[in-house]
């Protein structure tokens, strides 16, 4: 009789604060093919001479500002949707982080002591990109076959970008703090390099080389970051009823110099201040947890600089987090799932 189990995958948080912590878990990030996807030799004089000895000391500034007493609100939340999912059915359901703890390595030695043989991967990204839903999964398969676990049945949930009953939750999570608010609404995405998304074009000639490319069909957008990003924002202003016109839609998070996904987020606070809009909300769709790049970044960063250039009220609206809508959405993937 098989025995099955349930996997959720996230991205990862360093352990604590203190810097080392941190330039451990920036060195494993940092050092995924995935995410800094240059040459290797030039990536790890890159890490070792210039990020390293620097960014741990920014990064855990940062990371303080947002730690809780329960610990990093990443893998705190994390585990309270996996308690809560659990709560609602009798499979096994575990949470593997690809960076930091608890670690993919050891989760899946969980798993193979735990005998399980049919196992339903649901990884934590709405949309589909190289740097997170791309290598949470390859890094799970590879331990799998490291661990000796190769033969397992899995069935892999695909990006639910515009899931309606994703949809459909994310609105609800988002509908109290906003509905007859009279606010702008800004849906700022995680943002990526421009390399990233031609990458990911199996055709190599379709994603920001064809004019409108997100939204001309093609079969690039099955593995299209910018494309699944738009397809979020197009359902959900759809879903609530919003006028394009009362909505931003942007990415952030940009690092070094390379050209990312436009309009950058923290251009479009800045212009849509000293444009006359006086109150702003902001979610981030690309987020199922609230995390730093949430907390701090959108939260405090945006917050003042929304304010520093006429703006007079700023709010982050909470990502899904553990809201009914969302766990139900994920013990519904579970009931539905037939290894």
């Known amino acids: 009789m098989a025995k099955k189990g349930v996997i959720l995958l996230n991205l990862g948080s360093p352990d ?38 620097k960014r741990p000391k920014d990064s855990a500034e940062a990371y303080s500002k947002v730690w809780t007493e329960e610990g990093s609100p990443l893998i705190v939340t994390s585990q309270k949707q996996q308690k809560l999912v659990q709560d609602n059915t ?58 000796g676990m190769g033969g397992i049945n899995t069935v892999l949930v695909q990006p639910f970008y515009k899931d309606p ?24 995405f995680h943002g990526i390099p421009q390399r990233h998304v031609q990458k990911s074009d199996p055709s190599h000639d379709h994603c920001l080389k064809t004019k409108d490319c997100c939204t001309t069909p093609h079969p690039a ?61 902001v979610i981030c769709p690309a987020f199922i947890t609230d995390c730093l790049e949430t907390l701090e970044e959108i939260a405090m960063e945006g917050k003042e600089e929304f304010l520093e250039h006429g703006g007079e009220e700023f709010e982050l609206i909470p990502c899904l987090n553990t809201h009914p809508a969302w766990i139900k959405w994920l013990n519904d993937k579970i009931e539905r799932w037939e290894p």
């Not at 609530?240 to 987020?265: C, M, N």
């Open 16 to 53: 604590s604060t203190d810097v080392e912590d941190v330039r451990t878990y920036l060195d494993q990030f940092l050092s995924d093919e995935r995410v800094l996807d240059i040459n290797p030799v030039v990536r790890k004089l890159l890490l070792k001479l210039v990020i390293l000895p």
């Open 90 to 147: 009798d499979i096994p359901v575990y949470l593997g982080m690809r960076y930091g703890n608890p670690s993919t390595p050891d989760i899946v030695a969980e798993m193979k002591k735990d005998g399980i043989d049919d196992l339903l991967i649901i990884p934590l990204y709405p949309q589909y990109a190289m740097s997170s839903y791309e290598t949470a999964v390859v890094e799970l398969m590879n331990q799998l076959r490291e661990q």
């Open 165 to 188: 009953a994703y949809i459909d939750a994310l609105w609800e999570s988002i509908r109290p703090s906003y509905e007859g608010s009279g606010a702008h609404l800004m849906m700022s």
């Open 221 to 281: 957008h099955h593995t299209c970051y910018s494309h699944q990003c738009y397809a979020t924002a197009y359902a959900l202003i759809a879903k609530a009823g919003l006028k394009h016109d009362d909505v931003t839609i942007s990415f952030q998070s940009r690092l070094l110099k390379d050209p990312w996904l436009e309009p950058y987020t923290d251009f479009e606070i800045e212009r849509l201040a000293k444009e006359g809009v006086k109150k702003l909300k």
